[in-house]
């Protein structure tokens, strides 16, 4: 169920050149079971940021009732997050939207899971409980460049990760389309979130397969009141049939919506 | 005695506090959240002829202190409504006023019709100041005898009173107001947005894709407040009041400027339970200021009150 | 080559940040703090031909990201500004705008027509949009033809450029812009506050004494570039941008939506050494995005531009 | 010298109800002279709030370049500082204003200082000074109830002291008045700050001999540049000379201005 809760912040270190990792703690954790879930975080009291942000669910600790986020610093809102400090209170909404379906994949299957920049973080929770429940994984991650890399080695753990950087100074040179080709790889489901451009080729490539998609769009409520993050479907991609990042998203089966 | 209740046409209120059209769907969302008989009624989201996707996205950018939204009033269209909004809505013990739009007069007059035949929709919210949608719309809520021909055509067809919904983007809302009140508008809802727009520093072009977006939020707030106190001392018609509304304060404020009732939009999406927070609040708050009623804080600002009670 | 330097009819600026007419007084608060000649120009308080004391206190109040006030045209009146504000501010390398007001058309005509005289007044600023005055004032601004014949009454007598303040409480900013274009302005400056109002909680009457005031601030700042973004695709005459500039990125937004140079007002009261060190940081956020001259960033909002250079 | 200067906090306390004893420290603190000026806090980053909010010096400490404070927590400025910690930095702007003449009393001469409320702390630094200079100094404080007196010890180490409380939970029932004609008080200058009516009385009764009041006026800028806390002059009440509370104030000698 969705809840609001002032949740205690009890980690909040750079892990990468603007990349933050936040670790929340309070009941509202026990809510949280679907991996690619997301939150939305009043990032300060008053009026300036108005509006959350959604930041999705990297990892998920029930017994410690704590949950990680990992954001980058980058505009008004994050800045003013990455500012907050041990022992203060966050307003979090959540949990939000429909994550990734893990039972997708069966025991036995190998599960590609591809992430982009900032859309890498919701595939460490996926990439956990793919394994525990008896999945081979294959991460294929890409950055800009080598300051912004992070939680290779934690994906590691999991399974085989492939790093692409954009400019090379990293992995692979190039995106992480130019990895799957290059290694030849090989899956039965892949999960991806990241850069529309990205998800778009993914599509493009794979979407005969099992591919489920993360989408991104700006948000007003989160919660499916405002018609901020529609998107049309491709069975009618312009009439006025719709589907709503936040509620019905922000995971999606590839071919479901208009990219 | 309730201390919150609040009598309006067509709507008997046991509270003055109203989710804004537009920021609360028909409702699905928020009764997951808490039960919505707690609040006065629901100003469901506007309402077309046909269904509408709305404008492409991105819809919304945030501003200073508010946000902009264009949005273009997507809405499964006046038959689905019919069929399945408003009877879902029956549920609850709430008087609905019904949010009608559309870009020609007779779209509004055939939603008009229609839709106050619901009987759970007690008013209807004439909405003819939309910034978001490209033909009429905001035209109708700008030009006094435009606006009042179409409240006169609406007026004609509903069986329930009806409320106009004035645009801010005017000279002379006072103008609008009385244009409107007598052409037997029973109420008045005031504000919607203010036109504004955003433009992102990297791309150099607007952000919303419809360019321009209508403003809410508490930046607008006394914007709302000053029109409000300017039209209430004019018309003898009720105003439920608008504008970025965020606290039981807030609410007092708008009763002070002349507003009957208020809506809550923007906060909404900020805090999904400020509704119910600020019914709570409420009593408390009238204690403090020393009112039994909230109808005392009634126009305050401009009425000379008797201070021996 | 500077990268900064703006010309205008009238004006050479050697960076296109200007502090905003009323919320620098004539300088001489700010002299103590920086050297203005750091500054681009000076838009001086509001004259008048005769001394004004204003309207009573409480002349401010706070609003959600910004504020309102009701100063009410306070100044020495015509002659002390020719004698002793203007003489002082030669001592700086400044062009120096003056902000014309009045109550009626002679007035205007008569302060516009002496203050041109003065030699370090390069351009006049043509108030008519100032909510505080009780007679004329707001009316100039929110009717074209009124504003059309002021215009060109003022531009017959004076010996210097006239910009024309335009006031975003209309309907209709295009139609007011082009009507003032068409009667000679020069350039224009825009937006003049937005008319508002808060109430206080504990006695019910606004907090203003004059009851409304102007609503200034990062509140207005989505209006403002609306407005300019809509009037500068379709006048050929400068825009000077203003309404709740705080930072550089706010400058080449207002740049984005077209207009040529900026002033900043209300965030001096919050910051006074915010125009040293927006003038101070746009280099480097020219660096960021890419561009050369600051003037590469004007009207991309609208323009279709080649991206190959 | 005006200066802006990012403060550290080094001590915040509530030391009655709704009031802080603030501590601030920094080098603007080489500035402050004059008992009775004040500065301008933003009490948070960001647009909300967005004006400044004057507050006046209560102490200055030049050895540790500290200064301290002492406000109520009533709206929302005052009460998000009250809600700032040690350690952190605050945006102040100052010393603003012309305080009290201390000179205006000999050595050897009685001076009367009479505050109201919140109206008290200004005087404190006054009285010391006044002290130093071989001035007898007599206090009579003013407070709604017993709950919000403060600094009654502190004041009472400098020169005799006599609180009065509206509702006579404390020290003389009544109003600072009643308490300077019940103990027949007589003095050779008179030093005041507190609410408007409080000043009005005193100017009324006292305005013959020696009275310097401090004002308060809603401001934006509180450096002269905004015009908002402009007051009549006594010798033009109609007119269009005035006085700025900011820069020709806060504190005038009775009879100068309308109050
Ligand atoms: C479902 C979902 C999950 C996300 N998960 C993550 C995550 O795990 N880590 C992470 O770093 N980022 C994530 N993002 C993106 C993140 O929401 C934006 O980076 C963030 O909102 C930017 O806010 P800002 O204050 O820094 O930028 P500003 O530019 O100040 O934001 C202004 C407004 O634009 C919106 N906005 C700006 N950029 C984006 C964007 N890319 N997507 C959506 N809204 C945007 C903001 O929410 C805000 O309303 C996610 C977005 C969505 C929709
Ligand atoms: C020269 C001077 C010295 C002062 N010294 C002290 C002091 O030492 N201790 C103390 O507690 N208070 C002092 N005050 C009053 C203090 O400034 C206000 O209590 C404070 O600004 C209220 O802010 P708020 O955010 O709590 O209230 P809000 O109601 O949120 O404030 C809204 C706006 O109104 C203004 N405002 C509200 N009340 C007052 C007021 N009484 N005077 C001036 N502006 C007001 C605020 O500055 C702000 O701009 C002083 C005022 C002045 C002018
Ligand atoms: C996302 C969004 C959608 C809106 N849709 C409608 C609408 O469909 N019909 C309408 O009359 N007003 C609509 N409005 C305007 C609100 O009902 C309200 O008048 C305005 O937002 C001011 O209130 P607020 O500041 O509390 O949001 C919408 C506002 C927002 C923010
Ligand atoms: C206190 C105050 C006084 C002002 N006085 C004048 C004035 O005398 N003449 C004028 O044209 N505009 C006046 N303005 C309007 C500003 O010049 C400016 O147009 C407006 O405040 C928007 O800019 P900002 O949001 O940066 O303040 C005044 C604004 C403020 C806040
Ligand atoms: S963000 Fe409001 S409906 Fe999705
Ligand atoms: S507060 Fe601005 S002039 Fe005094």
Redesign the interface.
Known sequence: ??K?QHMKLVKQEEIAQDIFELVLEGSLVDEMNEPGQFVNI?V?E???????RPISICQIDREKKQFTMLYRAEGKGTT?LSKRRVGENVDI?GPLGNGFPVREAQVGDTALLVGGGIGVPPLYELSKRLVASGVKVIHVLGFQTKDVVFYEEKFNELGDTYIATVDGTHGTKGFVTTVIEEQGISFDVLYSCGPTPMLRALERNYGHKKVYISLE????????????????KQDDPN??T?KKVC?DGPVFRAGEVVL | MNRLAVELPGLSLKNPIIPASGCFGFGREFANLYDLSVLGSIMIKATTAEPRFGNPTPRVAETPGGMLNAIGLQNPGLEKVMAEELPWLEQFDLPIIANVAGSQTEDYVHVAREIAKAPNVHALELNISCPNVKTGGIAFGTVPEVAAELTRRVKEVSEVPVYVKLSPNVANIVEIAQAVEQAGADGLTMINTLLGMRIDLKTGKPILANGMGGLSGPAIKPVAIRMIHQVSQVVNIPIIGMGGIQSAEDVIEYFYAGASAVAVGTQNFVDPFVCPKIIEELPALLDKLGFDHISECHGRSWKEVCLTT
Do not use: N, S, W
Request: charged content about 15%; some cysteine.
């Open positions: 169920m969705i609001q009043k300060a008053g009026d300036t940021p108005l509006l959350r003013i909404l769009e700006r948000m007003a409520c989160g919660i499916g009141a405002c018609f901020a993050c529609v998107c049309h009439g006025h719709y509620v």
